[in-house]
């Protein structure tokens, strides 16, 4: 009965100051909704990047050029080339597929339209191990390949970033660097990973690439898909081997190449991404503190306001309890409606943010619960002091009160 009381009271009492109320929990409402989004943003993107690695089907493991070191001296990248990727495509023990390429940005035009985009020259099995589909026509093969053909797929955006359809560019001739290409597929969008957008790239055959595009043969690095089940340290092992007897690496020596697990890479961008996350959201709890410290105000001014309907209260029989209830509640009521405004506020800044960038609305609910219930203690303890000398006035000073 005392509850339900000191409840009616304090709705009562938000509603007749409705718009101090507000910019009261305007600090409850902003930190709210900070936690809420940036909580939300780290989980979507999280989950992003998990879509994305079981798109690939399995592990893919990333083989790159390495520092060349003399004694303590670093003499610069010594570069893998297509010799390397051939070695390795030719060994059979572990069912791997070898996907080299090289990725640079040229000139690309169609009619009037002239963009500077991502060219990456790859042999037809990228998109496989990639997981990219294709929507429109279909990939070059080994015979485009080894014929150094001008033909290009390009990614889902190329159009759209082009100026034209899909109809009008499917099947015709774009220049890249100047030379012509006949657009032969265009794939499913795919999104960006967040260190690439495959949309936004143009794919040729990778001996065209070498030879018509870039002029040199050196890769920027070799993608190496295995199943799963793949045992990754034996794998690891025979590409060391085979590319250390292509380089002539003697006993003792140093690799000068690099070899990458993706899935690990993943894992640790996902811990960064965690951490980032954990941070700002704290960064964000701090500002639910500082309108805790809002909330108190008020509430101190509130009590000094009310000084003869307390003393009023009081003289009628009102417990000190009672009176403490009343402002307690107050304040916490104040703090959830101002929780709940900034969980929905933060809800859709983060619904926003996962449509723009294509990726999976990701908010868990301990996230939603969690809000509302700090910002349920936050009301509590800084609604103390001010119930507190709200309980502590004396009713006959309090009537006098002017």
Known sequence: MLLKESL????LSIKSNAIRSFLTSLAIIIGTAAVIAVIGIGSSASKALDEQIDDLGGRTLVVSP?????????????????????????????????????????????????????????????????????EYGRI??????????????????????????VKNILNNEILIAGT?????????????????????????????GAQRVFGTDNLDAINVGISNSTNVDEVMMTIEKILRAQH????????????????????????????????????????LLVGGI???????????????EIGLRK???????????????????????????????????LFLFASFNDWPFALPLSAITGSIIFSAMVGLFFGIWPAKKAAKLDPAISLRYE
């Open 8 to 11: 009616t009271s304090a709705i």
């Open 66 to 134: 390495g520092q060349n070191r003399r004694g303590a001296v670093t003499k610069g990248l010594i570069p893998i080339d297509i010799k390397d990727s051939a070695a390795l495509a030719k060994n059979k023990d572990h069912n791997w597929k070898i996907s080299p390429y090289i990725a640079r940005n040229r000139q690309i035009k169609f009619n009037n339209a002239n963009i500077n985009e991502r060219i990456r020259a790859n042999l037809p099995i990228h998109f496989e191990v990639r997981g990219y589909e294709i």
């Open 140 to 165: 070059f093969n080994e015979e485009e390949n080894f014929g150094r053909k001008r033909v290009v797929v390009i990614g889902s955006s190329v159009p759209k970033e082009l100026k034209t359809s």
């Open 180 to 208: 012509a290409y006949k657009v032969i597929g265009i794939l499913k969008e795919e999104g960006s990973t967040g260190w690439q957008n495959p949309d936004d790239e143009l794919y040729i055959p990778l001996l065209t």
């Open 248 to 287: 002539d690496i003697g006993p003792g020596q140093d690799n000068d190449f690099r070899i990458s697990d993706y899935s690990q890479f993943s894992d640790l961008r996902r811990q960064a991404t965690g951490i980032f996350t954990a941070l700002i959201a704290g960064i964000a709890g701090i500002s």
């Open 294 to 308: 809002g909330v108190m105000n008020i509430m101190l001014v509130s009590v000094t306001e009310r000084t003869r």
């Open 315 to 349: 003289a009628l029989g009102a417990s000190h309890r009672a009176i403490m209830l009343q402002f307690i509640v107050e304040a916490i009521l104040l703090c959830i409606i101002g929780g709940m405004i900034g969980v929905i506020l933060g809800t859709s800044i």
